[in-house]
Structure formats: C-alpha cells, structure tokens
C-alpha cells in the first residue's frame, strides 16, 4: 500500500509466530494461522493455534489456578491489573499498528479509543476489586442477619468478537479477574493478533494459569471450550447465530452464559433538532469503525421537516470521509475485516441496489483501481428514502451503510425504531426536552443516547441489549454470583 509506511520498525512484530498463553508459558508450536491484512489482502504474519489436547490442558491448569487467585484480596487482584496496564502503556504504538494491519482499524481509532478504553478498564476493575459490594437486608426475624456475598464462578470463558479484539478482550478480562474468577480468553479467529501480543506481554505477570489465551476456530476451539464441564461460565460478544448456538451448547450443563449480541440501531433526528450537532454525530455513528460497532446508528429516521437538508449534509460527510491505510495518521475509515466480511457487506449493498431499496446517495461503488482496490474498503454508503419494511434497514450490515427514511413524526419514528428483534442501542437528535424524554421511556433498547452517539460511562453504567441483543448479566456482576448468608444469633448473645 502506502510507502510511508512499509519502513515502519513495527513490521517486525510479525517476524515470528504470535502467541497463546498456557499455565504461565507461551505456546507458539504446533499449528498456525494466517493473519492476512484487511488494508491489502497479503499475509502479514502468523498466529499459534490451539489444537483439542492444547484445550484440555488449558482448562486443566486454568483450573487449578482457580482457587489460588479467588483467595487473594481484592488489593492484590487490583496490583495485577495496574501492572498489566503499565505494560500495554508502554506498547501502546504496537497495539495501534497490529490492530491496524489486522482488522483495518486505523491507527488514531485504537491511540484515541480502544486504548484508552483498554487502560480505564483495568484500572477502574482495579478499583471494584476491593469493592465488590454484596448487600444486606432485614429479614424480618431479629435474631437473624443476613448479608449477600459475591463469589467468583471459578473458570470463566470469554470469547472474543472481530471488531474490537483488544477493547473488548482487556475490558472483559480485567473484570473476570478482578470478580476472582480466572480467565480463558479467545480471540476471534479474524482478530488475535492484538490479545496475542499481550499474551507475550504479560506471559509472566499472572500466577500459571490465572490468564488463558487461545487461538482458534470458534466451531472448533470455541466449542470445545463451551462445552467443557470445567468451564463454569460463559461469556459471548459476538453474532446472535453464535449466541444461539452457545445456548444450545451449554444447555444441558444448565451453564451460566451472557450474550452481549448485535444491533440494527435507530437513530431518530426530528425537526427541531440542531443539525450541525445531529450531522456529526449521526456520521460518526454509522461510519466510525466503517460501521463495525455493534452500537452503530445504522439507519437514521428523519422528520421530513428536516430531511432534505439533514440528508444533504450526511451524504457531503459520507463523500468528504477520509478512506485509506490504516497506517496513516490522516485515515478516518479504513476497510472491513475481511474477504467473507466484505462479501457479505456487498452483498447487502448490490442487494439494495438491484432490489430498489431506496435511492443511493453516496457510495456504493468499488475501489476498481488504486490503493483501496488492494484491501477490503467499502466507500461510506448512503441509502435515501427507504422503506422500513427493506433488507438494508432490517438486517445487521455491520459495515459503513446507513439508510435514512423519512417519518411524519415521533411517534411514526418511535414506532419503526422499535418494529425490530434488535434491542441494543438508539438515540435522538431534538432540542425538545418532551421529545428526548418520551423517547427514552419508549425506545425499547439497553441504550439511548440523546444529541450524542456513542457514550462515555461503558464501565460505571454497562448497558444490556434488550431483546435479541443480549442476555445475562452486565458489567463485573456477570461474573459473579450471589450467595445469601442467614446468621442466627444464640439467644441472649445479640
Ligand atoms: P461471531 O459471532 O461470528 O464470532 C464471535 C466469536 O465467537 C469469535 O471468537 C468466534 O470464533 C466465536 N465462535 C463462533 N462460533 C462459536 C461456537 N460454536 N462456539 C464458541 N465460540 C464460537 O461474531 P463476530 O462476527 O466476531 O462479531 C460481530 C458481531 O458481534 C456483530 O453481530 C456485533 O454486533 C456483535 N458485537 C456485539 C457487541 C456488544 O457488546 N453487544 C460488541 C461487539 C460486537
């Protein structure tokens, strides 16, 4: 791609076999994987592979470790965790450029986003580590007490989406082993550079067994790990598919599962909206990540007051949007994942297209020639005037596509924004405080943003996908469970 960027000393972190983590030592023998780039389609290193006796194993001393690291105090769990951030600290450049050449995510998106995320995470985990809470409540008899305690489950399964492999992984693991639990996190089979890395960070930083990283196909190392009696937990971000399948998975063992799931998320702009404020973000909200966020604001429903110059102005940042190498600081949008990921994702653009899907404004198009015809770009894409009832304003594209379809008012919007099996996120875009508060009383999603997307507080107020878009617990409460304490007094001692 970019000549500025072929000398960059970073390609050496691709030189060898990257990483998984077992019992404290880095695994790189045996079979590997590709790590193919999303920004030209060439194979830019290799990941180790977790073959069914490297699981077993793995489960064995996750196991072992278990007790160990839950009779720690919450202090000392809180050490490990800030020792780990100073780690990714220092590598932070590493992880922009693994990230960037794995998935396409441009380098000024992982500095200003995931890692920070990454690094708030452990540290606010540090934190609840000590805090844990539990509460307490009258039972209605005086000589009794009772207190809730938290416990750990022991061995917990995290499995890892593609579209934000370091931010998700570090978030989850910090608050898996903050609860006392130890972790077995696996990547995605499209994305374990970056938690790969880590691993050989931090390979020596744990006890042996406490953190667990390996690779793998989900149909494979996946299910084996979900379907092992040693796994008392399980934890999903990921595709509603793959939810479903873990359900039937684990259904038997009568296991504790959480699914955090996808999104097809309304964003409503009515005409009393500030349209230098619903513009911006509503761009931000369906492109950033080229729409691989499962909270994207992927189809925006306008007040017709508003929606020709709403519209104009969408499509003018669509065309404007910086697409490029991931590498370079002036990237806005890089490309997709990869070769299914993009099929998939033209597939649903040529789909509207030749199936009259409303009229396209902005992209839509391949890169036929030139840098970007190298990678998997897809051009930001704008649908006008589309029907609710489409494919394109149904399904989940999780790439750079955003339909706008035009609503008489809110209740209109309100009741299109919640005709979906989708319950992740929402938003509003008015200066009317009657408006923005009947919306968020009605929008039926675990989120609701008013005159922003996205939000800041994904640790202090972890949301829950209504609906399809996820099950079981949130936050550092998914991975603990509560155990009731009732204490009788002898009498004459209270
Ligand atoms: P995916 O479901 O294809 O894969 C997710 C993970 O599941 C991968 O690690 C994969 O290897 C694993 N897996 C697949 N089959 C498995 C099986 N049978 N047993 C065990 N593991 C298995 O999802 P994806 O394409 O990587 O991610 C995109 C999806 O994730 C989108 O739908 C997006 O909305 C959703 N997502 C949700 C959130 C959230 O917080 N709600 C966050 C990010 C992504």
Same mark, same amino acid.
């Given at each position: 791609m970019s000549a500025a960027t072929s000398n960059d000393p970073r390609w050496n972190l691709l030189d060898g076999t990257l990483p998984m983590l077992v019992g404290g030592e880095l695994v790189t023998d045996g079979e590997t994987s590709d790590i193919v780039s999303s920004r030209d389609r060439r194979v830019a290193g290799r990941f180790a592979v977790a073959d069914e006796a490297l699981v077993e194993r793995a489960v064995a001393t996750a196991r072992g470790a278990a007790a160990g690291w839950a009779g720690l105090t919450g202090f000392e769990r809180g050490k490990y965790l800030l020792k780990i951030a100073d780690i990714m600290e220092k590598h932070a450049a590493d992880f922009e450029f693994l990230d960037a050449i794995d998935i396409g995510k441009p380098v000024t998106a992982v500095r200003y986003s995931d890692m920070p995320v990454s690094l708030s995470a452990l540290a606010y985990f540090a934190g609840r580590a000590q805090d844990l809470g539990g509460r307490s409540v009258e039972v209605g008899d005086p000589m009794v007490s009772h207190r809730a305690r938290l416990e750990p489950y022991g061995v917990v399964l995290e499995v890892l989406p593609w579209n934000g492999p370091l931010w998700t992984g570090v978030q989850r693991m910090a608050a898996i082993l903050a609860a006392g639990n130890v972790a077995i996190m696996k990547p995605s089979e499209l994305a374990s550079a970056s938690f790969s890395y880590l691993a050989s960070l931090i390979?020596? @930083? &744990?006890?042996? !067994?406490v953190l667990t990283v390996l690779n793998g196909r989900g149909s494979q190392v996946g299910a084996q790990l979900v379907k092992h009696p040693d796994v008392a937990m399980v934890s999903l971000t990921g595709g509603i598919e793959t939810g479903v399948r873990i359900l039937q998975d684990t259904a038997a063992q009568v296991k504790r599962v959480s699914l955090e799931l996808g999104g097809k998320n309304p964003n409503i702009v009515l005409d009393d909206a500030d349209l230098d404020t619903a513009v911006m973000w509503s761009t931000m909200g369906a492109f950033s990540n080229s729409g691989q966020?499962? @909270?994207? !604001?992927?189809r925006v429903l306008v007040q017709r007051g508003i929606y020709d110059a709403f519209s104009a102005r969408l499509v003018e940042a669509a065309k404007t949007r910086v697409v490029g190498d991931p590498l370079l600081e002036s990237t806005e949008m890089g490309p997709v994942v990869g070769e299914d990921h993009y099929s998939k994702v033209w597939s649903y653009i040529d789909g509207a297209i030749a199936g009259g +899907? !409303? +009229? &396209? &404004?902005a992209g839509g198009q391949r890169y036929t020639e030139g840098p970007l015809s190298e990678g998997w770009f897809v051009p930001p894409t704008v649908f006008g005037g589309v029907d609710p009832s489409c494919t394109i304003a149904r399904e989940e594209v999780f790439g750079p596509v955003v339909t706008l379809t035009p609503v008489d008012d809110l209740d209109e919007a309100l009741s299109i924004a919640n005709d979906t099996r989708y319950g992740l996120a929402s938003g509003i875009f008015t200066t009317s405080v009657d408006s923005a508060e009947k919306a968020a009383r009605e929008l039926q999603a675990g989120q609701v943003y008013v005159n922003q997307w996205f939000a800041p507080g994904g640790l202090q107020a972890p949301s829950q996908g209504y609906k399809t878009s996820g099950l079981g617990g949130v936050g550092i409460e998914k991975y603990l469970q509560t155990k009731n304490i009732f204490i009788r007094s002898t009498p004459g001692n209270q």
């Open positions: 390979a020596d @930083v &744990l006890p042996p !067994g966020i499962c @909270v994207c !604001g992927s +899907e !409303g +009229e &396209l &404004l």
